[in-house]
């Protein structure tokens, strides 16, 4: 029992989540903002520029609204980086880690992922700003919007690893019968999957809570100081996350030489499928109102998860 608190509270803390999932959400954020530079001719900051931002805003005063709700204000941002680093000790790396104990299952994840958004929206609201409530509804809209074709998603995934609903079942599924990428059944799920990054990470057309030129940032506008680090360290293990899952969910493979050679493939196909769901994303897309972007979601990417739900039920 004491060596499993010791294993859960070191994945947490240190690897994959912790320190490792803060490090290099961190770096992929700064390879996002390098590609999307380079697909528009620009030179674009530096791959540290994350860290440096962080490091800068650690650095400046903390400002709290007379009018804001102090206690939310300060909890918001640590309960959605405490959410997202929970999220990235549960996601397996696939020859590398098999997530906490007992708690890699879809549905704890799937509880689990909110938290993030969950912040967001309450750090919206409890600011008083008129555009932290803008900002707060937008964030609750899309929200409820994409958590349907991840919902879906899942459960096609867990149907077609014959009913497991643990992410280790499902890695360990495809392992022995090839990756769900590869099959032709799944192939619309993981479309779907590559939606929902672009919509949870509001990037593209999806960029609609913080949209800078109608809300002004929405609802971290008033945040400033550490405060305003968390919210971007957790915006930045958010995308460790749902990269780490998605090559869970499509892409897992177990290659000889260790634990060290399979965690540095995972982050080369999390590098990859980062570029292809948000970077490529938000370079070549502009931004949809808020009831465009809930009816899309309903349309095209929930289509395609109950396609691959369907076709799985009927044909597995």
Known sequence: MLEGYISAGTAMLIFPGGIFALITGLLL??????????????????????????????????????????????????????????????????GAWSGIPGASDIFVLLYLLALPAIAFMLGGSASSSPYGALGFSREMIIMFAYEIPLLVTLLATALRAGGDFSLNGIINYQLSHGPFILDPLMLPAFLAYLVFISGTMGVGLFDIPEA??????????????????????????????????????????????????????????????????VSLFRASTGRLRVEQGFIFFLKYPSSLAYLSLGLVYFLN
Request: positive net charge; glycine residues 6%.
């Open 29 to 94: 954020k700064g390879a996002d903002r390098k590609t999307v530079a380079r697909l528009q001719r620009r030179v674009g900051p530096p791959l540290l520029q994350p860290i440096y931002d962080i490091v800068k805003l650690c650095t400046k005063e903390t400002l709290i609204p007379q009018t804001a709700n102090s206690a939310t204000f300060l909890l918001a941002p640590i309960l959605g980086l405490a959410g997202a680093m929970t999220c990235a000790a549960i996601v397996p790396i696939s």
């Open 212 to 277: 800078e030129t109608e809300v002004i940032e929405g609802p971290i506008l008033e945040y400033s100081g550490p405060l305003l680090a968390l919210f971007n360290l957790m915006s930045a293990v958010k995308l460790f996350v749902v990269l780490s899952l998605g090559v869970a969910l499509f892409l897992p493979s177990s290659l000889p030489g260790g634990a060290a050679v399979n965690v540095v493939f995972h982050l080369l196909k999390c590098l990859v499928l980062m570029i292809v769901s």
